[in-house]
């Protein structure tokens, strides 16, 4: 049980550490594994993926393809939507951490 709970806590962690990613500079994916791995979380692709995935179907990421050394790579952008749920995430994990930390 403990370990689901962790699991969908992290998920919502790493979707935040993505939309905020996201909004500083359009990435690609094995570049946000590695960043994901700087801050504790072994990710695959395999995981990644899919999460973008779906954060572009809501709308919250967009992809573009671009031809780098003769290979085609996905670079992810937040939307306009996708920066209102960040900024809203953002306050209340501010809020939530200021509650459980003092």
């Known amino acids: 049980m403990e ?3 962790l699991r969908k806590l992290f ?9 905020h990613h996201a909004k500083k500079c359009p990435f ?6 590695e960043e994901l ?5 072994d990710i695959s692709p395999g ?11 809501e709308g919250l990421l967009v992809v573009e393809s671009k031809n780098v ?6 670079y992810y952008s937040i ?6 749920i ?3 995430a953002t306050e209340k994990a501010l809020e939530l951490i200021k509650e459980i930390g003092g």
């Not at 690609?28 to 594994?33: A, H, L, V």
């Open 37 to 41: 791995k700087e801050h504790g979380y």
């Open 47 to 57: 995981t990644l993926y899919p999460i973008l995935h779906t954060l572009c179907s």
């Open 79 to 84: 939307t306009k939507e996708g920066e209102e």
């Open 86 to 88: 960040l900024s809203k």
């Open 28 to 33: 690609y994916g094995s570049w946000m594994i």
């Open 3 to 5: 370990n689901k709970i």
């Open 69 to 74: 050394e003769g290979k085609i790579r996905k």
């Open 11 to 19: 998920l919502g962690f790493i979707e935040l550490h993505i939309l």
